[in-house]
């Protein structure tokens, strides 16, 4: 079984090793791969948590989701406590287990997804990935259904905006539809950045040192995610480095 950790714990924090012993006891032979995102940026982990979920790999795998950055409540929290734990089977037999905190699991039920609540504990300790949420996923990934609970609606993923940011520095984005005809010049405005990119079919069909706006190599039911490609510079630091939920405004 493939257990993927989707987590704010940062590259090689000792939080991904604690975690992983803790899959390695619960669900003895898994192989566990962890999948870091920048501290508490749920859209980033929403789109990683859609692009596993509905990407091809063996049905028994389970996406496991922990971005937790305590905003719901602005009260002090007793105990630790932290946003809900909430499950989702797909059709294909993957399971998606992750905290409902802002657009975590928003890409997921944006495509029709149904979520519902895992009946544990949302408190008892600071590291709750660790200490209480992996025995609730090993019973899941195990078919015990008995923790499931009732319906949960989350925030709506963000639209026309950046979703994230690649290790090449390509902005991939939700966008899913050309802005304009392909090899058409339109003015790209992220925050305050501002840039001409090429509107493409292809990220690479563009010359060198234009930044192309294409259908990336991300995606699910049926639709592309346009990215956000400098051909042979980085369209992240062009644009100054935008965070995951930023709007994209395109102008010809």
Same mark, same amino acid.
């Given at each position: 079984?493939?257990?993927?950790?989707v987590?704010?714990?940062g590259?090689g924090?000792?939080?991904?090793?604690?975690? +992983?012993? +803790?899959?390695?006891?619960?669900?003895p @032979?898994?192989?566990?791969a962890?999948i870091p995102?920048p501290? #508490?940026?749920t859209v980033s982990a929403?789109?990683?948590?859609?692009?596993? =979920? #509905?990407?091809?790999?063996?049905?028994?795998r389970v996406v496991?989701?922990n971005?937790?950055?305590? /905003?719901?409540?602005?009260?002090? $929290?007793?105990?630790?406590?932290?946003? +809900?734990?909430?499950?989702? $089977?797909?059709?294909s037999g993957?399971?998606?287990v992750?905290?409902?905190?802002?657009a975590?699991?928003?890409?997921?039920?944006a495509?029709g997804v149904p979520?519902r609540a895992?009946?544990?504990p949302?408190?008892?300790? /600071?590291?709750?990935?660790?200490d209480v949420?992996?025995?609730?996923?090993a $019973?899941?990934? $195990?078919?015990?259904?008995?923790?499931?609970?009732e319906?949960?609606?989350?925030a709506? =993923?963000?639209?026309?905006?950046v979703?994230?940011?690649?290790?090449?520095g390509?902005?991939?984005?939700s966008?899913y539809? =050309?802005?304009?005809?392909a090899g058409t010049t339109v003015?790209?405005r992220? @925050?305050?950045?501002e840039?001409?990119?090429?509107?493409?079919? @292809?990220?690479f069909?563009?010359?060198?040192g234009?930044?192309?706006?294409?259908?990336?190599?991300s995606?699910w039911a049926?639709?592309?995610?346009?990215?956000?490609?400098?051909?042979?510079g980085n369209a992240?630091?062009?644009?100054?480095?935008?965070?995951?939920?930023t709007?994209?405004?395109?102008a +010809?």
């Open positions: 079984m493939l257990v993927t950790v987590a704010d714990y590259i924090d000792l939080a991904f090793a604690e975690v +992983r012993q +803790r899959f390695a006891l619960m669900l @032979g898994a192989d566990v962890a995102v501290p #508490f940026d929403g789109f990683c948590v859609a692009q596993l =979920a #509905f990407g091809e790999g063996p049905d028994d496991y989701a971005v937790a950055p305590r /905003q719901d409540e602005d009260d002090p $929290r007793e105990d630790n406590a932290g946003e +809900r734990l909430v499950a989702a $089977r797909l059709d993957v399971l998606v992750g905290v409902a905190a802002g975590s699991l928003s890409f997921l039920a495509a979520l895992v009946n544990v949302d408190a008892g300790s /600071q590291f709750r990935s660790r949420f992996p025995a609730a996923v $019973r899941l990934a $195990r078919g015990d259904g008995s923790l499931l609970g319906p949960v609606s989350v709506p =993923a963000p639209e026309r905006a979703v994230y940011t690649d290790g090449y390509n902005l991939k984005t966008w539809d =050309a802005p304009a005809e003015r790209v992220i @925050g305050d950045a840039a001409e990119a090429m509107v493409s079919d @292809g990220v069909t563009v010359a060198s234009t930044i192309s706006f294409a259908p990336g190599s995606g049926g639709r592309a995610c346009y990215e956000l490609f400098a051909r042979g992240a630091e062009i644009f100054g480095n935008p965070p995951a939920g709007p994209i405004e395109i +010809r």
